[in-house]
């Protein structure tokens, strides 16, 4: 399984975030500007996505 990640889409440009810590995985198409404030919203809510994240795959094992 890959490590702990969030896709974020805005219009039809999508990025995928590492989170813990924060990070790039992936770009497609959005901007440096559309990036920094999709980091800055990962980054924000950094321990909601990591708490969503173990609940979903806690369910699935």
Known sequence: MEPPHVH???QSALSKFWIQPVGLARN????VS??????QLVTKHEGLI????????S???
């Open 8 to 10: 974020v889409q805005y």
């Open 59 to 61: 369910k699935k094992s």
């Open 50 to 57: 990591r708490r969503r994240w173990d609940e979903y795959f």
């Open 34 to 39: 559309e990036l920094r404030k999709a980091s």
């Open 28 to 31: 497609l198409g959005m901007n």
